[in-house]
């Protein structure tokens, strides 16, 4: 899979590329990211990629052109399945999304900075919008950093063990249960019985329970 990043802050983005499971991703040729400088496609010797908003208000806007000339380069090279713009006037991120995207051959995830893009880039180029959350950061690179570590641990061969993304949580709607290492007493505080028996349908059936329950009550807690 391929992940063509277009970002202000490229520098910023980079140093996750190549620490992460990303970079894991990367060096077993399962994904390839690619990082463009959206200054590099800039119009102007100034390297101009913002402005002031029509009519009025605090805030500068991020140009079509620089955005929309980075992104006919690309496309010009090979065919994308989708361009995502990070907003969080977007679509809330869930885990499905996530699984759906993984499955893509080519995606372009634009980061927005200032106040936004000018509302054309989003009209014309961009086809799905994504929120990692009801708040408001200062640009879209984390939000993307967020979106490619969600997508590129599920590309099959990614993770170590292949089984351990399908039993994350909200895969089946279920949180995980509780996992447990060394040592089996800290200071009193012991490792249920059950996960010492050796007894593996036992077992399931304490996680699947556990499961449950912990999904019941997160959310009767956080989802009204
Ligand atoms: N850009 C700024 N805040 C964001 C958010 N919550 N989600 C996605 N992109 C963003």
Redesign the pocket.
Known sequence: MRIDIITVLPELMESFMQHSIVKRAQDKGLAEIKLHSLRDYANDKYKTIDDYQYGGGAGMVMMIEPIAKCINQLKSERQYDEIIY???D?EPLEQKTLNMLSTYNNIIILA?HYKGVDQRVRDIFVTKE????D??????EL?AAVLCDGIVRLIPGVLGDETSALTDSFQDDLLAPPVYTRPEDYQGYKVPDVLLSGNHKAIAEWRHQQAEEKTRKWKSKFKK
Do not use: Q, W
């Open positions: 990070m907003t969080p977007g927005g994504i929120s990692i959350g708040y408001v950061l200062s640009g879209g939000p």
